[in-house]
């Protein structure tokens, strides 16, 4: 069996939009995870710890690795890029770029940008969550002023799978910054537009990302899912030198 015959390559382009240089790769695979798994370690590096883990977790971290290579071939390096990752799990990226890597179900994706351009970057792929779900779920991911989709045009399905994506997005984005877990109480969706969002920190993290710093980020509800994305973009800087 053939890797496209495993994998198919997703036509939608999710992080297109974002407002600083990026290349993403994004594929679904189906459920023939071993074998997969199998074709993909011939050519990707496999951490030792994940040898006896099931099919399928092998075969989720492996495809994401295989996007990783595909969007830095996008940006133009001719030699493969295997990314190590910390004791945390925590992906190392090469110096001068930041990125992320995110999976749901059978959907993978990573996103890069350059680091002159984008100082974090984190992305969450998440199925729409259905109703019984967000009735367990809502109070422990969501803060009081976060209770309702006013105007927002999503289903309270749709709504509350955004506010713990959006919040995945963020914890990639900022933990290799802060170096310590948060939890889903430390932010607030603060402003909601369409494919829009903004998120409030309500917490002191380290000192550069205090209480009250705002985020922005994007999403898109596509194929079932919700893909959201967070990060913070660097400005180019004014013709006397300063940044905007």
Request: contains cysteine.
């Amino acid at each position: 069996m053939k890797l496209n015959d495993l994998l198919r390559e997703f036509e939608s382009k999710p992080w297109e939009k974002l407002p600083f240089t990026n290349f993403s790769h994004t594929v679904e695979i189906n459920q023939d995870y071993a074998g997969l798994a199998k074709i993909l370690q011939a050519d990707l590096p496999f951490p030792e710890k994940l040898h006896k883990a099931v099919p399928k977790r092998q075969a989720l971290y492996l495809a994401g690795r295989y996007c990783v290579h595909q969007a830095f071939l996008q940006a133009g390096f001719d030699h493969p890029v295997h990314i190590d990752q910390t004791p945390e799990g925590v992906p190392i990226w090469p110096t001068g770029w930041v990125g992320s890597i995110s999976h749901s179900d059978r959907m993978i994706a990573a996103v890069i940008a350059p680091r002159s351009e984008c100082k974090v970057l984190g992305i969450d792929l998440e199925k729409i969550m259905n109703e019984k779900t967000c009735e367990r779920i809502f109070k422990s991911i969501s803060r009081p002023e976060e209770r309702g989709p006013v105007n927002s045009g999503l289903t309270l399905e749709e709504y509350y799978t955004l506010v713990f994506s959006a919040k995945e997005s963020l914890y990639k984005a900022l933990y290799p910054e802060v170096h310590h877990f948060f939890g889903f109480e430390a932010a607030s969706l603060s402003l909601l537009q369409p494919n829009q969002l903004e998120l409030r920190l309500t917490q002191d993290l380290n000192e550069i990302f205090p209480s009250g710093l705002s985020l922005k980020g994007q999403y898109l509800r596509s194929h079932h899912h919700i893909f959201s994305t967070v990060y913070q973009a660097i400005s180019a800087p004014s013709a006397d030198g300063a940044r905007d």
